[in-house]
Every structure is written in structure tokens, then in C-alpha cells.
């Protein structure tokens, strides 16, 4: 059983950083796709699984590959810390519009199938999510 656990969420002011980080235990395959997706308040989701590939705010491949949704481009920085199976998003310059409930997510099939093949498909497997509030 694959299971994903947020932490590192909190509140800061614009311009500062934060790094959340998601442990991810249990086999999820060798080529895998983790992500970070985000729930800005006053919107309402049933749930975080129902968040589709291309709302995704940042992804990381199985091969170290990334890609990173344009609102954060060049702000934020996902990773993955292979002999601790963490994987971190490093979020700079932190914007009040970053504001929002952050959810890291993990499926066995890479990030390119759902790039090419499927990009309103949904990862099979969510953390908790935590809160990240960037008062101006």
C-alpha cells in the first residue's frame, strides 16, 4: 500500500520561503510520476483526488525529469530525495496567490503518458495535504 505524508506547511509573508516536503512509503514501480497540486481557498473540490494531471503545480518523473505549472515557474523547485523516498518542493518568493492547500500525489504510470496520452487523468494516490498561507 503506497501512502503519501505532507509536511513542512505553515504561514509566512510574501517574499519569504518554505519547503514542503511529502514522504512516500510502499512501492509505487520504477517509473513513476509524483506531483504537488494546490486548493486555493474559496474553491470548492470534491476531494483531492479529484484533481486532474494538468492542474498540477509541479511534477517530478521517475527519471528526475520536472515540469512546473506557469504561476511558479522560477519560484518554486520540486525534488526527490531517493534514499529517503522524500519528495520536497521548495517554494521562494511566496506570492499571497500561493496561498492554498497543497496535496503531493503519486501514480506508477510516468508523468510523460499522462503528458502525451491522458492529461485529465488522475493520480492514484494522495497525501493529507497541507496548509501554506502567504499573508501580503
Known amino acids: 500500500q503506497v501512502q503519501l505524508v505532507e509536511s513542512g506547511g505553515g504561514s509566512v509573508q510574501a517574499g519569504e520561503s518554505l519547503t514542503l516536503s511529502c514522504t512516500v512509503s510502499?512501492?509505487?514501480?520504477?517509473?513513476?510520476?509524483l506531483g504537488w497540486f494546490r486548493q486555493p481557498p474559496g474553491k470548492e473540490r470534491e476531494g483531492a483526488a479529484t484533481?486532474?494531471?494538468?492542474?498540477?503545480?509541479?511534477?517530478?518523473?521517475?527519471?528526475?525529469?520536472?515540469t512546473y505549472a506557469d504561476s511558479v515557474k522560477g519560484r518554486f523547485t520540486i525534488s526527490k530525495d531517493n534514499t529517503k523516498n522524500i519528495l520536497d518542493l521548495q517554494m521562494n518568493s511566496l506570492k499571497p496567490e500561493d496561498t492554498a492547500f497543497y496535496y503531493c500525489?503519486?501514480?506508477?504510470?510516468?508523468?510523460?503518458?499522462?503528458?502525451?496520452?491522458?492529461?485529465?487523468?488522475?493520480?492514484?494516490?494522495w497525501g493529507q495535504g497541507a496548509q501554506v498561507t502567504v499573508s501580503s
Open positions: 510502499g512501492n509505487i514501480g520504477n517509473y513513476y510520476c
Open positions: 500525489a503519486a501514480d506508477p504510470h510516468p508523468c510523460t503518458y499522462y503528458r502525451e496520452y491522458d492529461p485529465h487523468g488522475r493520480f492514484s494516490y
Open positions: 484533481f486532474e494531471f494538468d492542474d498540477a503545480v509541479a511534477t517530478f518523473e521517475f527519471d528526475g525529469a520536472t
